[in-house]
């Protein structure tokens, strides 16, 4: 890749991960306050362990995918094409969820 695409690259990796990011931490500190700490830590932890075994098998269809895979060429391949409407829809309500998570922390 030349560091001119590579850079933007970079940009969408960064733009899409503190999107995901940054909305779902929004919540955590006032939802997890009335639990206590340790219960809190231990929820934490559960949720890491299930995100890392969910990276594992997106990291296994994505090396299996041959050619320049994104997110939607793997369910299509992977799920077909009705696996890769429902994946356009759920993607879709991520997205729209995401804005309203936005807009209701800033007002």
Not at 15 to 41: C, D, E, Y
Not at 56 to 62: W, Y
Request: with cysteine; net charge neutral.
């Amino acid at each position: 890749m030349t560091p001119a695409v590579n850079m933007h690259f970079v940009g969408g990796i960064l733009l899409v991960a503190g999107t995901t990011i940054g909305a779902g931490m929004l919540a955590l500190p006032v939802i997890t306050s009335f639990g206590g700490f340790l219960p809190s830590v231990l929820i934490f932890l559960f949720c890491w362990l299930i995100m890392l075994c969910s990276a594992f098998f997106f990291l296994d269809v994505n090396l299996s995918v041959k050619g320049e895979p994104n997110f939607i060429s793997m369910v299509s391949k992977t799920l077909g094409e009705k696996g890769k409407g429902i994946s356009w829809i759920l993607y879709l309500l991520l997205m729209y969820s995401l804005l309203a998570a936005y807009i209701s922390a800033s007002a």
